[in-house]
């Protein structure tokens, strides 16, 4: 006997209606995808570990919807299944400032990633598996399993076309990654049309070649049964990922089913109304629950999900008293607090230490951080002995039956794939139990991730890239591999931390404030090439982003620099002196902080009457609104030895000192405001 | 009884040293992966049919290597076959100024592509292959086969995980690219290690998946036969890409073979020595070519290939005769000169035509010239109907056996695959025949083929990214679809025009730069709304980048907008007028043709002693060096109704002229410098 029935289907008709509705009403949205993929939802969220009334259950299952466009899917599911979604919020659907905007987003309740630009959500979803491999690995005792959730998600073609899922799909495999199952839906069509005009490879066996097991449902528009035995399956695949290949039709139920017309587009009113019709439903009538389906999720998530999260609200509890140490830092996590002093490890410098690359400090600071805190979990994208960010002892993050780590390790190898790498890192920020990722590649390589960057930005994981190799200081590798855009394109989009510190102090200060942040992700650039400790640097000032590294009375002008800039603008500085000529040194390592103090501070760094000159050898795009004039590289570098390329491009002291010296002539006798100066 | 003997034997010996030398001699490379893919090399190469006295001839087979570290390789083949490098030239791998980069560089002799960031160069030889195929599709005639060339490309353990190399090498399985050769370098090897601890995915079941022919060869270090028959059964697979799995050790031949450490750094002194010794060299000598090895691959490939190209030069001053309207097509191809009066075609229009979004005029544009450039060959990224990119009877390129088009067609179906369409339009401009790519996207997605477009820029292939949903604009799809960053990002990048116009006449001027564009890139952002035709709009205007659209005697305020903000400018300045304040409405479509023109030209435009308010909704980051003030999006956008939104963020005729008025007001009485005047 099957163990699905009438209410099931009613269910089901039931999500697929309010989804059309919540298109419709807004005119605007996706119901293709919706139509086709509803019983899955049904199946799926009807036997997942959740309490709506708790989102935030650290062992909730996680529920990620990769095509983010099916969102009015999603908000359909949360509002049933009893997360704070009211029928009035799905009628706001799309409208500006609802609950319910076009694509999900973090910060909503239930809603564990923002999706929509694809490839995201499945990489994502890969990080949150990794996390629960991890967090279960760390906690988990014998009768106290603390951890052992699954990840769940939907993904269309869109996402399986992507690169990023393919680099996310082979570490997954790798990894072993049994706790994350995949529901592709395989409805054949995209935007264009028929998959077949540029998608026709063998998707099932491309994810057996990555490791997954592969799954299928002929029949998703309707076999309920079929896709809860394959979900069955799959929760029994403990040692791969799992992919189900369900085949759907999309649009089910529309007059223009299978037709791409009707991914991107409300369906006509008379589509709508047949479909109701046709699903049983009153065809006038828009927005319907049934109280039997608001019943049936009740008992089959909420009633049982608010228990389960008791009962593991008692466990915790028990495990705290068993292992209190193990259980004061989950609890710690679950706060997300560090702990007491934690940055009181990070390393203090004074110019009698060594010059050293900042990539070098970095790894230094890791070194008295990483076991200090262990939500930390690290890794590179394959460049460990370049980006110096494996620390010592550090375990790998490994299956263990590769013999190369284990589960506990902190250390990922993410092979040469920076774009699931920063998504991988938003899926563990978002995970919770304060999970703090960092990554390392070469700054130029950033870009490679850029999509998943400005998800971090966007949705506010914290999280950190270790970028070194910042500038032609990587020297012979040449114009391929010296960024010159990288900075000015992070620095331009909102909520992130985009630093450049010049020395020990200042490197220090990036990792306490990318640490102690929230919610806003980090970007550190780092040099080859080794820098000197700076007198007038500290912890404390870097932190505020900007500040006045080195100072004289009555300047005739202001040196603004970052990186390995700061010591050569220190250098032009004594060049001008010798001159007569007096500069003060301002280093400004994060404009993001900086931008954040009060305008007070911000103008006792860069007063009005001063010139500002800004040295930095890269874009003087963004420059603008800091100095008055910018000495930079507006060009692509060069193959070369590192000092000889810079020698080359001007960028020496008397390099400096003479743009500074021209400045100056050019602002004698004229107005100078200070650029920090705002109109509105 | 073998094809290969000593002669063979010591070729590739030579190619080794050679290689190990360069990076020895610089202190600085890679000699791992040459060493142990010097006898593929000699292998492929050896059968090649190339002129290197003539690098450009249209018919010779490409050669890309993928893992541009390796470079030192390819700078070894090239002297030894007799492009234009010396030996002096390989004495200076890595120096300032020198004709051998750290990395391929597009612009030297042989090079066909500049690599090095991990996965283009494939991507970019699946672009040639698909060239290729055009141009055999649209001029082979019976008895003249004009075009039948074969790509080769050398890829490693860091292409093949690479997002992009899987979106490039789906669609090359898709497209039957039969004529597109990969020879895949399995050394097991990365730089963080084994390839274990990241990478055990079953690589040739991918490929297989994707629709290739996977061949193997077992002894990649010395089995030249085996590599020999791989080659030639590749060249029989002409419906499908081949992956020749080459099992290779990293750093052959060096005591340290086999392990990380080989792969980017110089070998040590006397290991150097005792690797000359083991190939039976003298191991004091470096740089050493035996008189026999440059004769061998004279005879090889320098005389044959000569012959070949004369040949090719007969057939072609035939084709010519017999087919003149297509030779003389193609001849002006290789001229890489445009039709006389080409852009007698763009559309003009004037302030009577109806408002229309800029989209939607670049696919009338694009209707007017897709039929007189038969060098253009089109696509999107699976947004085709809201790109509005394939144009009025266009045939889709795809294999004839898919029944969806054929190799003559020239609009490309690329898949949901932004960074794979990108390196591919790089790979069909490097191709010749004066090939001009378009791709179209969503602006915001523009981003996930960031590394692509870099390499556009830096080597200078003039394709064009039809980049549309230019902003806030896009409305309900939201803040994870409307561009913020992306513009300024790009136009921090040298060498890359980044249109954002304002209505038809600046479309037509961005296209007319585009296309006449020899070594420039172009991203053009197109709005998703209607915009007016505006009074003032000119082609020869806007191709100057920047211009006064319109102006009153003695302004008060220059409102200097692009694309939907030059229409609202537009009205602001009416209000502005309203109250008797004077403004300048500047349009500045392309930051990067602004920059090129004259002094006294970009003075006129922005003179001094008018304060300048520049007015975009994107990131205001990348505007101090044109406005004194600015108005723009420092903050994600919001999921609404398009006309709710820009109201939403103050984006109104009002809201423009409150803060033209504010500006004024804060300027008033102040010395106002031009922002375009330079201290140096
Ligand atoms: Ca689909
Ligand atoms: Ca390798």
Known sequence: MSQFGAIDKLAVSTIRLLAVDEVSKANSGHPGAPLGMAPAAHVVWSQMNMNPKNPDWINRDRFVLSNGHAVALLYAMLHLTGYDFSIEDLKQFRQLGSKTPGHPEFELPGVEVTTGPLGQGVTNAVGMAIAQKNLAATYNKPNFT????????????????????????????????????????????????????????????????????????????????????????????????????????????????????????????????????????????????????????????????????????????????????????????LRGELPANWDSALPVYTPKDSALATRKLSEMTLDKIFNELPEIIGGSADLTPSNLTRTQGAVDFQPPSSGLGDYSGRYIRYGIREHA?????????????????????????????????????????????????????????????????????????????????????????????????????????????????????????????????????????????????????????????????KARVVSLPDFYNFDKQDEAYRLSVLPDGIPVLSVEVLTTSCWGKYAHQSFGLDRFGASGKAPEVFKFFGFTAEGVAERATKTIAFYKGKDVISPLRRAF
Not at 234 to 243: E, G, N, R, V, Y
Not at 483 to 492: C, K, M, N, S, V
Not at 507 to 524: G, N, Q, W
Not at 530 to 543: D, F, H, R, Y
Request: glycine share 10%; aromatic share 10%.
């Open 421 to 581: 790498m920063g998504a991988i890192m938003n899926g563990i920020s978002a995970y919770g139990a304060h999970y703090l990722p960092y990554g390392g590649t070469f700054l130029n390589f950033v870009s490679y991730a850029a999509g998943a960057v400005r998800l971090s930005a966007l949705s506010g994981h914290p999280v950190i890239w270790v970028a070194t190799h910042d500038s032609i200081g990587v020297g012979e590798d040449g114009p391929t591999h010296q960024p010159i855009e990288t900075l000015a394109h992070f620095r331009a989009l909102p909520n992130i931390h985009v630093w450049r510190p010049a020395d020990g102090n200042e490197v220090s200060a990036a990792y306490k404030v990318a640490i102690e942040s929230k919610s806003t992700p980090s970007i550190i650039a780092l040099s080859r090439q080794n820098l000197p400790q700076l007198e007038g640097s500290s912890i404390e000032k870097a932190a505020k982003g900007g500040y006045v590294l080195q100072d004289v009375a009555n300047p005739d002008i202001i040196l603004l620099a970052t990186g390995s800039e700061v010591s050569l603008s220190v250098e032009a500085a004594k060049v001008l002196a010798a001159k007569g000529i």
């Open 146 to 333: 603390l951890s052992d959730n699954f990840t769940y998600v939907f993904l269309g073609d869109g996402c399986l076309q992507e690169g990023i899922s393919s680099e996310a799909s082979s570490l997954a495999g790798h990894l072993e990654l049994g706790n994350l199952i995949c529901v592709y839906d395989d409805n054949k069509i995209t935007i264009d049309g028929s998959t077949e005009v540029s998608f026709d490879e063998d998707v099932a066996k491309r994810y057996e070649a990555y490791g997954w097991e592969v799954l299928y449902v002929e029949n998703g528009n309707e076999d309920l049964e079929g896709i809860a035995a394959a979900i069955a399956k799959a929760k029994l695949s403990t040692t791969k990922p799992t992919l189900i290949k369900m085949t759907t039709t999309i649009g089910y139920g529309s007059l223009h089913q299978g037709n791409h017309s009707v991914h991107g587009a409300p369906l006509k009113a008379d589509d709508v109304k047949q479909l109701r019709k046709k699903f049983g439903f009153d065809s006038e009538k828009s927005f319907v629950v049934p109280q039997e389906v608001y019943d049936f999720y009740q008992a089959k998530i909420g009633t049982p999900g608010a228990a389960a999260n008791k009962k593991w609200d008692q466990l915790f509890s028990q495990y705290q008293q068993k292992f209190p140490q193990e259980g004061a830092e989950f609890a710690r996590r």
